[in-house]
């Protein structure tokens, strides 16, 4: 897999358009139909300059699709840039987005440009967009709806020309009911909108990043050509990857450390939660199924919520991400069942 994802460059430092992922889509790789839909929307919006709004949980690969974005539009011969907004506080990014002048504030010895300069005729790609104050908000809005910005300390607005490509890892719908985003800010950069799916929903497409990434990696860290024992593909595939695509990609790095002299990655260089997913069908075919089914699905339920909980260490978050319900759905199940800590560690 790409940089980008292994080892980010730097934020806010311009791409060019060398270094972009090859086209047409990159290293955002995918078989499945639920990433055939995505493909198909890149290809639909890329040439349009409007701006498009990515979603998806953490890990997905939401700045790949940035780039394909960039890359199949007018403007790939032009700088791509990308800037975390949790990266920074809210002075720094302010100063790091729309730039500032000399004597703006303690420090600033000479003019800076923003990103938004630095992006002139190209592509901005601001990450995690929800985590921008109300006051930033409101200056993006700006930006956005009359194609200009005011550097700090400036008093003259400045006209620049840039595609503005957003991403969040929360649904600003639900934040902007609950106010905490502005509601004409996000019809402002929802104007066209790609949501990616978790890798829970696209497991076929495992073998396929595999395939791509093993190689890659055994070449990067000087290790001959790896194996992958069926025991590990089964486990990789029972799963549920609460990091998705990252989560994979460091998962596949830490088993081909341990796994350095040997010719085949074994269950036994995976860690304890890839190994406790593979194990997990076992134990569930070892288990009597007594009474009527409602009741058995109830204690298979029961068994599975009390799994995962211990695995994630009883990060209701976390849990409710990987089995796929809402955290309200899985307080109301514990709750339901009378779960504990103490149960999980019994279930095992």
């Given at each position: 897999m790409p940089a980008q994802l292994l080892a980010p460059a730097p934020h806010g430092r311009p791409q060019p358009c060398g270094g972009l992922a090859s086209p047409p889509f990159g290293e955002l790789l995918g078989q499945s139909p639920a990433m055939r839909r995505v493909f198909d929307l890149i290809a639909k919006v890329a040439p349009a300059n409007t701006p498009v709004l990515i979603t998806g949980e953490s890990g997905t690969g939401k700045e790949l699709v940035a780039i394909a974005l960039h890359h199949q539009s007018?403007?790939?011969?032009?700088?791509?840039?990308?800037?975390?907004?949790?990266?920074?506080?809210?002075?720094?990014?302010?100063?790091?987005?729309?730039?500032?002048?000399?004597?703006?504030?303690t420090g600033a010895h000479s003019d800076k440009p923003g990103l938004f300069a630095v992006a002139h005729g190209g592509t901005l790609f601001l990450d995690e967009v929800n985590e921008m104050s109300p006051a930033l908000q409101a200056?993006?809005?700006?930006?956005?709806?009359?194609?200009?910005?005011?550097?700090?300390?400036?008093?003259?607005?400045?006209?620049?020309?840039?595609?503005?490509?957003?991403?969040?890892?929360?649904?600003?719908?639900?934040?902007?009911?609950?106010?905490?985003?502005?509601?004409?800010?996000?019809?402002?950069?929802?104007?066209?909108?790609?949501?990616?799916?978790?890798?829970?929903?696209?497991?076929?497409?495992?073998?396929?990043?595999?395939?791509?990434?093993?190689?890659?990696?055994?070449?990067?860290?000087?290790?001959?050509?790896?194996?992958?024992?069926?025991?590990v593909m089964a486990a990789f595939n029972a799963y549920t990857w609460p990091g998705n695509v990252r989560e994979l990609e460091n998962e596949v790095q830490r088993a081909l450390i341990l796994a350095r002299h040997e010719p085949t990655i074994a269950l036994e260089h995976l860690s304890a939660p890839l190994r406790e997913a593979a194990e997990?069908?076992?134990?569930?075919?070892?288990?009597?199924?007594?009474?009527?089914?409602?009741?058995?699905?109830?204690?298979?339920?029961?068994?599975?919520?009390?799994?995962?909980?211990?695995?994630?260490?009883?990060?209701?978050?976390?849990?409710?991400?990987?089995?796929?319900?809402?955290?309200?759905?899985?307080?109301?199940?514990?709750?339901?069942?009378g779960l504990q800590p103490s149960h999980a560690a019994a279930s095992q």
């Open positions: 007018g403007r790939r011969a032009r700088p791509f840039v990308s800037q975390n907004c949790s990266a920074l506080n809210d002075n720094l990014l302010e100063s790091e987005l729309f730039g500032h002048l000399r004597g703006a504030f200056k993006l809005l700006r930006a956005v709806q009359f194609g200009e910005l005011l550097p700090v300390g400036a008093t003259q607005p400045r006209r620049v020309d840039v595609r503005l490509i957003s991403a969040a890892n929360q649904p600003l719908k639900d934040l902007v009911r609950l106010g905490a985003f502005r509601e004409d800010l996000y019809y402002r950069l929802a104007v066209f909108t790609i949501e990616l799916p978790p890798l829970r929903e696209r497991r076929e497409d495992i073998p396929l990043i595999l395939s791509r990434f093993v190689p890659r990696c055994c070449e990067a860290n000087s290790l001959p050509p790896k194996r992958l024992a069926p025991e997990a069908p076992v134990r569930h075919r070892g288990r009597r199924i007594d009474g009527d089914l409602a009741t058995a699905l109830e204690r298979l339920e029961r068994d599975m919520l009390a799994e995962a909980l211990q695995r994630y260490a009883w990060n209701k978050s976390s849990t409710a991400r990987a089995l796929g319900i809402s955290r309200a759905n899985l307080v109301a199940k514990v709750r339901k069942y």
